[in-house]
Structure formats: C-alpha cells, structure tokens
T-cell receptor, first 115, second 112 residues
Framework: NAGVMQNPRHLVRRRGQEARLRCSPMKGHSHVYWYRQLPEEGLKFMVY????????ESGMPKERFSAEFPKEGPSILRIQQVVRGDSAAYFCASSPRVEANTEAFFGQGTRLTVV | GESVGLHLPTLSVQEGDNSIINCAYS??????FIWYKQESGKGPQFIIDIRSNMDKRQGQRVTVLLNKTVKHLSLQIAATQPGDSAVYFCAESKGSNYQLIWGAGTKLIIKP
C-alpha cells in the first residue's frame, strides 16, 4: 500500500496561471479531504469529497478554487488565476469512511509557490 | 471566536526525558481533540485522540490529558527519542471529525 500520494511535491506558478494539485487516496479509501497550511500555522480544512461527490466545501474559497474526485483517477484541487496569497502547502488526507481520524492518512503535500 | 493555541512555540528536551506539550482551546463546546505530529517536509501523522467524556488517554509512550475546567490539553511523551523531533499540533472539533480547528504548533527539539 503506497499510502496517500500527492503530486507534484513542489509547484511554481506565475500570478494568473492555473494550479492543479492531485491526490491519490490509499487503496480502499473513498473519502478525501483537502487542507491548506501556511508557514508555521496549523492546517485549515478546505473540502471533503467522496467519489463523484462534494460533501462539504465550506472551507474552500468560493472563487477560483474547485475540487473534484472523479469515479476514476485522483482527486484534483484546482486553483485558477493564482495570486501570491495562494502560496502554501496543500495536504490531502484519505480515510475508509467519514469520522475515522484514527484511520485517516495524509499525503506529503504539494508546496505551491506563486511568483 | 473559536481558537486553539499553544503556550510554547519551541520546546527543547534532553533525550530520554519526558516531554510535555500544552495546548489551550477556547470553545467549551468542542468535544473531540487530536494530537498530530508533523516532521519536516511531511504530512501530519495522527498520534492520539480524546473525547470530552474522558480526561486521560494513553497510547504507546504518549498520554493525552484533557482538563475541561480550564480548557487545556496536553501531550506527554515518555522517554523522548530523536525520532520525536517534529512540530506537534493539537486540533479540536465540535461534531465533525474532519472540520478540525488546528493550533499553530509546537516545535519539539531533542538535545543529545
């Protein structure tokens, strides 16, 4: 079991470009969560998805940000027209069911730098 | 508003000693708390959790204490080892276990 895989590990984008972050959950996990972490801060919840469904996106900005978890393939967090303030580490976690923090595993994150 | 904070941003401990990392929370309605460990360049790793109907929970070399009266949470690590070097986060939630409110973290440094 390869664990939660995120790619790329590092992503540099110019202001105005699009960033696509990918997260492949652990085998057997159908719940995916995305978080954002600013330097020296804790994680902030963004969105919770199950296969083909967005369950809770209350932590995700209404504009420029979107997330999906298609039937096949990884979950994608998409940031359009990136700005410097989007620079952060983005982590995803997966679990076999909701409310299973003891069985939720995090990926190593994607560090987005907007220049 | 809701907030989770830590008293010390950095904690230096001699190898072999016990470590105590503290956390204060302000939302008395929070009913679930988790400690995470984050090593440099890695994602957070679950350590231990505790629900508000408990005041103490033990794991392997770790103990979490919850004092609801003063809204205080602590993580005790016994016989600290070099591999314990990391940033430790406490997180709280009310109801939802994934919408956690994370504190800013305490960096634990192990002195040889």
């Amino acid at each position: 079991n390869a664990g939660v895989m995120q790619n790329p590990r590092h992503l540099v984008r110019r202001r105005g470009q699009e960033a696509r972050l990918r997260c492949s959950p652990m085998k057997g996990h159908s719940h995916v969560y995305w978080y954002r972490q600013l330097p020296e801060e804790g994680l902030k919840f963004m969105v919770y998805l199950q296969k083909e469904n967005i369950i809770d996106e209350s932590g995700m900005p209404k504009e420029r940000f979107s997330a999906e978890f298609p039937k096949e393939g990884p979950s994608i967090l998409r940031i359009q027209q990136v700005v410097r303030g989007d620079s952060a580490a983005y982590f995803c976690a997966s679990s076999p069911r909701v409310e299973a923090n003891t069985e939720a595993f995090f990926g190593q994150g994607t560090r987005l730098t907007v220049v | 508003g809701e907030s989770v904070g830590l008293h010390l941003p950095t904690l230096s401990v001699q190898e072999g000693d016990n470590s105590i990392i503290n956390c204060a929370y302000s939302n008395s309605a929070s009913d679930y708390f988790i400690w995470y460990k984050q090593e440099s360049g890695k994602g957070p790793q679950f350590i231990i959790d505790i629900r508000s109907n408990m005041d103490k929970r033990q794991g392997q070399r770790v103990t979490v204490l919850l004092n609801k009266t003063v809204k205080h949470l602590s993580l005790q690590i016994a016989a600290t080892q070099p591999g314990d070097s990391a940033v430790y986060f406490c997180a709280e939630s009310k109801g939802s276990n994934y919408q956690l409110i994370w504190g800013a973290g305490t960096k634990l440094i192990i002195k040889p």
